[in-house]
Every structure is written in C-alpha cells, then in structure tokens.
T-cell receptor, first 114, second 114 residues
Framework: DAGVTQSPTHLIKTRGQQVTLRCSPKSGHDTVSWYQQALGQGPQFIFQYYEEEERQRGNFPDRFSGHQFPNYSSELNVNALLLGDSALYLC?????????????FGQGTRLTVV | AQSVTQLGSHVSVSEGALVLLRCNYSSSVPPYLFWYVQYPNQGLQLLLKYTSAATLVKGINGFEAEFKKSETSFHLTKPSAHMSDAAEYFCAVSESRGAQKLVFGQGTRLTINP
C-alpha cells in the first residue's frame, strides 16, 4: 500500500503565479482534506472533498480552490500567489468509520513563493 | 469554535527521562482528540487518539495520553525517552466524530539529550 502520495515534493513559484498540487489518497479512502502548514506552525484546515464536492472549508480565501476526481485523487489550486502562501501543503485521506475514522497524511508539498 | 493550546513550543529531556507534552483544548461538544508526530521533511503520523472510550489511551512507540475533562487536558507522556523520539508533536481536536476537520495546536518540538 503506497499510502497517501503528493506531488511535487517541492516547487518554487513567483508572486502572482498560479500553482496546482496533487494528491492520491490511500487505497480504499474516498475523502481528501488539505492543510496548510506555515513554518513553525501547526497545520490549518483548508478544505475537504468527498464525492467530488467540497464538503467543508476552513478560513481561506477564494484564491484557494480544489477538485476531486472520480478515482478520489484531488488537486489544490492556488491563484495569484502571495509570499505568505509559502508553506508545506499536506494532504490527508480518510474513509468514514464513525469515531474510528482516521486521517492518513502524505509527506507534503513544500511551496516557496518568491 | 474548537481550539487547542500546546504549552511549551520546545521541550528538552535527557535520554531515559520522562517525556511530558502538554495539551489543553476548548470544545463546545465532547471532543475527539489526537496526537500526531512529524519528523523532519515528513508528513504527520498518528500516535494515538481519544474517542470517548477509555480516558487513558495507549499509542504507538510507548506513548500514552490521559483525557481529563475537568482540566480540559490531553497531555502526552512516555516513561523513558529515546533518541528516536526527537520530532515535532501536534495535538489536535476534531469538530466531529473521527478525524475529519482537524484543528491543530502550534506544536511542541521535542529534543532528546544524550
């Protein structure tokens, strides 16, 4: 089992550009959540996708958008990049099992905006 | 809204000593609580979780945590620290059953001295 895989592992973008990050969930998982982890901070919830729809959203601007595909993989898009968007972006996948639901995290994508 | 406060951004202990990482939460509903570990350049790995069953929860790598409702705490302990325990530790609370939308604390960096 490959677990949660994210790509790319690192990338550098220029302020104002757009970026797309990708996530493949753990086998058998149908829910994907995205988190932003700024340097020295805890992860912050961006949004969650289930059945190809955004189900929950954190306190992030509309510049952050996403998509989930029929195979449950997901993309995170960020438009009009700001220097403050530099962070580690983590993807977590899960499958609903009531109180035993567990989120499995990928290794993250390190985004640097210059 | 739920929140988590981790007391101490940096904890340093000697190898073989007791590890105690503090976490206090705020929640308007019975919480689901988690401890995750993050090694350098890695994603998050679940150490243990509290889901309203036993208040003393045992996790991986010899860690355990005790849920104390009266103190709104969920402190993480390990009787004897090992060099391999050096990492960043995050406490998190879920707004719903299971690890859906997670709210993380700021993290505590654990250093082990030989």
């Amino acid at each position: 089992d490959a677990g949660v895989t994210q790509s790319p592992t690192h990338l550098i973008k220029t302020r104002g550009q757009q970026v797309t990050l990708r996530c493949s969930p753990k086998s058998g998982h149908d829910t994907v959540s995205w988190y932003q982890q700024a340097l020295g901070q805890g992860p912050q919830f961006i949004f969650q996708y289930y059945e190809e729809e955004e189900r929950q959203r954190g306190n992030f601007p509309d510049r952050f958008s996403g998509h989930q595909f029929p195979n449950y993989s997901s993309e995170l898009n960020v438009n009009a990049l700001l220097l403050g968007d530099s962070a580690l972006y983590l993807c977590a996948s899960s499958r609903w099992e009531g109180k035993n639901t567990e989120a499995f995290f990928g290794q993250g994508t390190r985004l640097t905006v210059v | 809204a739920q929140s988590v406060t981790q007391l101490g951004s940096h904890v340093s202990v000697s190898e073989g000593a007791l590890v105690l990482l503090r976490c206090n939460y705020s929640s308007s509903v019975p919480p689901y609580l988690f401890w995750y570990v993050q090694y350098p350049n890695q994603g998050l790995q679940l150490l243990l979780k509290y889901t309203s069953a036993a208040t003393l929860v045992k996790g991986i790598n010899g860690f355990e945590a005790e849920f104390k409702k009266s103190e709104t705490s969920f402190h993480l302990t390990k009787p004897s620290a090992h060099m391999s325990d050096a990492a960043e530790y995050f406490c998190a609370v879920s707004e719903s059953r299971g690890a859906q939308k997670l709210v993380f604390g700021q993290g505590t960096r654990l250093t082990i001295n030989p």
